[in-house]
Each structure stands twice: as structure tokens, then as C-alpha cells.
């Protein structure tokens, strides 16, 4: 019989993000694991949506922008501008721009959209302001070994879907 997750037990699993459209926006094949109930983390409450289930269980959950953990748009991280202002190696949809604040915060920048010789930057994560349908499946539920406790107790911060 196949363990139950709970806290303790070192999970893996398999995952796929989709939106409202049903276009696939991250997935995993290969098994991402963690110590449930440990220092790591997965979003939008996927370690209670998994707690209680077994290898070979499937689970769907559906993640408004509030609790997904990338919040909602805001309009104030987007600004456009002309094109000749932003150095070359940064003139392309998907370029990653890092900006630092008068304040000394930093914040990665996308270039979303490029049209008529201006340049759009929004500070927002990818996935803000999205509805993501997550599906998961549980590969295996077992004791974690020695070393995965110690690589658990020095994560800050574990394997969240971005």
C-alpha cells in the first residue's frame, strides 16, 4: 500500500499550468519532489490539495490571480517607451531587463511588446492577474532519506512553479 502525504514524507510529483484558453504555460515531466510540510513551498495552496492523497492520485485545483502567489497586474510596473532609449541587446519581446530602484530594490522587467518604435516593459511576473488550472500528479510518497532532510533545513525557499 502507498504511503500517504503528509507532513514529513518526501513527495514527487509531476505538474502542468494552463490557462483560461487551455494553453499549457509551464509543466513539468520530469518529478519535482520536496519534504511536505517542510522549508519548501508550492504555490497557491498546492501542498494542502495534495495533503491526504497517494502515489498514482491526480489533483486539479484552479488559482485565482489572489491566492496563485503572483497577485494581480499592476498597471504601475508597465510603461512604454521609445524604442531608441533601450540599449539593443534589449530590443525583443521576452528580453529580461533588470532595473534598480532610486531606493536600491531590484525588479526584473519583460519586454512584452514592441510596435511604431516604442517598447513596452512590465515588472509583473508573467503569470500575474491570470486564472492557472493546475494539474498534478503524484508520483511517489515515501520517508525522505538523510540528505534530503539536510538540503530541506537549508532551503529558503523550495520548488515553487514560475
Known sequence: MSEIIRN???VSLIYSIRDNADNILEQSDLPVSYIHGGNNEL????DQAVQGKQAGDEVELELTPENSG???HDSLLTFTDDIDNV???FRHVGAEVTMQSESGDTRIF???RISNGLLTLDGNH???GKRLFVRIRIRDVRDPTPQ???QDRGAQQGPTLH
Open 43 to 46: 504555490i497557491g495552496g498546492m
Open 110 to 112: 519583460y519586454v512584452t
Open 8 to 10: 514529513g514524507k518526501l
Open 148 to 150: 534530503e532532510r539536510l
Open 87 to 89: 540599449p539593443p541587446e
Open 126 to 128: 508573467p503569470l500575474a
Open 70 to 72: 503572483f497577485g494581480t
